[in-house]
Structure formats: C-alpha cells, structure tokens
C-alpha cells in the first residue's frame, strides 16, 4: 500500500525556520520524482520545490529560491523540505507529492505551516 506521510508543520513568526518531512512506502522510492507542493486558502495548489532522487536534481518556485532547501533520502525513503527565512505569504498546508512518467501520482495528506507574529 502506497503511503506519504508529511510532518514538520506548525506555527512560526516570520523569519523563522521549519523543516517539513515526508515518508514513503509502498513503492520503489528511487524511481520518482519527488515534489513539495502548497496549497493557501482560496487558492491554486502550486508546485513548491522537486528532487529528482536518483539524480538528485533539483528545483524550486521562483518565491522560494533562497529561502527552501529540498532533499531526499534514497536509504530512509524520505524527502525533505527545509524552509528558512519564512513569510507570512508562505502560510499554506504542504503536500508532499510522487511522480512518475505513466504512472499515477501518490500525494500525502498534507501539513499545515502558518507564519504569523
């Protein structure tokens, strides 16, 4: 059974730091692209941050180049998203997504980051 678990959200006054992690099973981890999307309120869920984990190739969303740090962890099947700098624009629930070329995508049930004072 496939399975993306998220942790890490929480509360954080701006120009604090989170690190969101995202734990999967049930598939062969190496083979995907992993993705970090968000999603705030009455808005389009937007693509955050990928790793590419055989290649460890990555991208990020021009609001948050600087600021995020995405990594993966091919033995421990993990992906993660550390955040620095935070702003109250970055307020959103984080889903941790998996692709793959003709193939579904497996999303993760999400987390919620506020960045308030």
């Known amino acids: 059974q496939v399975q993306l678990v998220e942790s890490g959200g929480g509360f954080v006054q701006p120009g604090g730091s989170l690190t969101l992690s995202c734990a999967a099973s049930?598939?062969?981890?190496?083979?995907?692209?992993m993705n970090w999307y968000r999603q705030a309120p009455g808005k389009e869920r937007e693509l955050v941050a990928s790793?590419?984990?055989?290649?460890?190739?990555?991208d990020y969303a021009d609001s948050v180049k600087g600021r995020f740090t995405i990594s993966g962890d091919n033995a421990k099947n993990t992906v993660s998203l550390q955040m620095n700098s935070l702003k109250p624009e970055d307020t959103a629930v984080y889903y941790c997504?998996?692709?793959?070329?003709?193939?579904?995508?497996?999303w993760g049930q999400g987390t919620q980051v506020t960045v308030s004072s």
């Open positions: 790793i590419s984990i055989s290649g460890a190739s990555t």
């Open positions: 049930g598939f062969t981890f190496s083979w995907y692209i």
């Open positions: 997504k998996a692709a793959i070329p003709s193939a579904p995508d497996y």
